[in-house]
């Protein structure tokens, strides 16, 4: 993560399975801002989140939690990703 760590947005009402795909996720977010990570493997995470987070307006409130925290943009991120035409390619925020 960046110089200081961004506390993760999540629900104490998850499970701890849960927990650690939220985590994943926004922790491959982070990392596209950094040395970048595979559209496939942060699309996967997206998915495994949004088995957590099914409710769109829900997800906007983690995203939006997360994006104030930590300067980022998961939403765009997301859309990186998709747009990839395969996905081995690398998704980076430069």
């Known amino acids: 993560m960046n110089e200081e760590e961004v506390s993760i947005p999540f629900s104490t009402d998850w499970s701890e399975e849960e927990i650690v ?3 994943h996720f926004f922790t491959l977010v982070d990392r596209a801002y950094g040395e970048g990570v595979r559209a496939g493997e942060l699309l996967n ?3 495994q989140f949004k088995k957590v987070v099914p409710a769109k307006d829900e ?5 939006r939690d997360y994006d ?6 998961c939403w765009r991120t997301v859309q990186m990703a998709r747009k990839a035409e395969d996905p081995d390619t690398v998704v980076r925020h430069t």
């Open 21 to 23: 795909k939220v985590v």
């Open 45 to 47: 995470a997206y998915n």
């Open 68 to 73: 104030k925290r930590a300067g980022q943009l």
């Open 59 to 63: 997800e906007k409130t983690y995203f």
